[in-house]
């Protein structure tokens, strides 16, 4: 009965995969870590690039929002050119533009040049994320898609956990060129897996011809108004800057008139109505939130390291190792589970593992070193790695394969925009937290109170027998008071920006009590499938 049943509803044929499937994982791999690597170096190295190139505070802030608003910029647009050129010829052509620009950027003669070739780096490795993505669900079997997504997941995460020990060693062993040549190096083996181990498809001529390539460029456009500005916006006090408010009023314009323009489509190449679907909403909602928390176990604890500890961002690296090193055991393991149980309960797991590493770094004092932040972090990596492989996957069902590329875009806008929204909220919130708690603790520094007149005498007398310093010995003193004060006001600062973190996973957990089982049968991609190589061929 099974083998005529078989024969009267043949299957349907499987979509066209790669041949080496496994090469294209690595890709994924390797693409991941070299965008996010890439932009966390320059962010952390940002001192010494300044001073390659003579460049002051203010002007040296554009480097690095340089390179990630290229990659916000090509996010929408790589949808265009890889449904039109095939996701193959795109990556190799964006390993190339990377590859070279990055080799070029130490030797840029100012900032302009380095600014100018930040963005092109920008624009050639922006389309790493969405089309490697994309190509987990057009390129993979089914059965291989969490481990495509926890090669994703875990680089993400490694890549920003591992730039501080890399930038310390290249500046205190080699040259700070090196924080650019090694993604130049990079660039190598990931043209090799994307040209073995991707598909090889013709070009859609049609499609490019009658492609909604104005759409993309309006959508890019805003995005990227709106990205500057979230990412300039501390440095320039936010409402209180022209720039800030025109930057985001132009963002937002762009995006209502590329909303409009994709309503007006008969076939857009964004569906926005699958976007306001529950599940999907939802997903997108914690792909911030997992891109928030990511955000906040990286720069909490480094920040505290550096202001507090006074540590070099090398001896920084050590203690974030704790998050970069165990995801060489923690994504398989996440790829092998997600195979054997429900997604949306390894995504509340993740968040819930999170949140309790956040939860115990609201224990830390001014004393705190790197060592004891070992057991928080490694929860945070079990709990952030967990939860955005399965929130992906999760979400992947919900697109499927022919809606890739499409899936690839959303993904990398949540990234980077889930990112500088945790980036600028952390830096906002933990430098008013300091004023606040600054101001608390000065009302009960009374220069009259005899607390206040032994902690002075201690310091006078400690700072008397050195030589060195200039100024008397009771005014030394009170310098070193005025720097106890900032430095247990830096601390409880971090300490209200690590409640925040557990708050933004605790209403994750709840967000995934609201997720229902995905579709049996996914809806019409907005983007049409991929063609067959073979079709193509006989065609």
Not at 142 to 167: C, D, F, H, Q, T
Not at 175 to 193: E, G, H, K, T, Y
Request: net charge neutral.
């Amino acid at each position: 009965m099974n083998a005529v049943a078989s024969t009267a509803a043949p299957a349907a044929p499987a979509p066209p995969t790669a041949q080496l499937p496994w090469l294209g994982i690595v890709a994924v791999l390797l693409g991941a870590v070299a965008t996010t690597l890439t932009s966390r170096l320059t962010s952390i190295g940002l001192a010494d690039v300044r001073g390659a190139v003579s460049a002051g505070f203010d002007e040296g802030a554009w480097i690095p929002t340089a390179f990630s608003a290229s990659q916000m910029f090509i996010g929408p647009i790589a949808i265009f050119l890889g449904r039109a050129f095939s996701p193959r010829r795109v990556l190799l052509a964006g390993c190339v533009v990377y590859g070279v620009s990055e080799f070029l950027i130490p030797f840029a003669p100012n900032l302009r040049v380095m600014v100018l070739l930040q963005c092109v780096a920008g624009l050639g490795s922006g389309t790493f994320i969405p089309l490697t993505a994309a190509f987990i669900l057009v390129g993979l079997p089914k059965k291989l898609w969490p481990w495509g997504l926890a090669a994703y997941a875990m680089n993400i995460i490694l890549g920003l956990n591992v730039a501080s020990s890399l930038e310390g060693w290249y500046v205190e062993h080699v040259r700070w060129d090196w924080i650019f040549w090694q993604n130049s190096i990079l660039a190598v083996p990931m043209m090799f897996l994307y040209w073995f181990g991707l598909l090889r498809l013709p070009i859609d001529k049609a499609f490019l011809r009658g492609g909604d390539f104005r759409g993309m460029l309006t959508g890019a456009i805003g995005f990227t108004l709106v990205f500057i500005a979230l990412d300039q916006g501390d440095r320039l006090d936010w409402f209180s800057s022209n720039f800030v408010i025109g930057m985001l009023a132009a963002g937002l314009i762009a995006l209502g008139l590329f909303l409009l323009h994709e309503t007006t489509l008969p076939a857009p190449s964004v569906d926005f109505r699958l976007l306001i679907r529950r599940n999907v909403f939802l997903c997108i909602l914690l792909i911030t939130a997992t891109r928030f928390l990511v955000t906040s176990s990286n720069t909490l604890v480094a920040n505290f390291l550096i202001q507090v500890r006074d540590l070099r961002p090398l001896e920084v690296g050590n203690a974030l190792l704790w998050v970069a090193l165990p995801q060489l055991i923690i994504a398989p393991s996440v790829a092998w589970l997600l195979n054997r149980i429900d997604a949306r309960f390894a995504i509340g797991v993740g968040f819930s593992i999170a949140t309790a590493g956040f939860l115990l770094s609201t224990g830390i004092t001014s004393e705190w070193a790197e060592g004891d932040f070992k057991v928080a972090l490694l929860l945070q990596a079990i709990g952030e790695t967990l939860e955005l492989t399965a929130v992906i996957y999760f979400f992947a069902h919900h697109i499927g394969p022919a809606d890739g590329i499409t899936f690839g875009a959303i993904i990398q806008t949540a990234r980077l925009f889930g990112g500088e929204l945790g980036t600028s909220l952390l830096i906002s919130f933990t430098r008013k937290a300091e004023q606040y708690h600054s101001n608390l603790i000065g009302q009960h520094v009374l220069g009259d109170s005899p607390l206040t007149e032994a902690r002075l005498n201690t310091y006078a007398t400690a700072v008397g027998q050195l030589t060195q310093g200039t100024g008397s010995a009771q005014a030394r003193g009170a310098g070193l008071l005025v720097a106890a004060v900032r430095r247990q006001a830096y601390t409880l600062s971090i300490l209200d920006g690590f409640l925040l973190a557990a708050c933004v996973g605790t209403v994750a957990v709840l967000i995934v009590l609201c997720l229902r089982e995905p579709p049996e049968l996914v809806t019409p991609p907005a983007v049409p499938p991929l063609p067959d190589p073979a079709t193509a061929q006989r065609a």
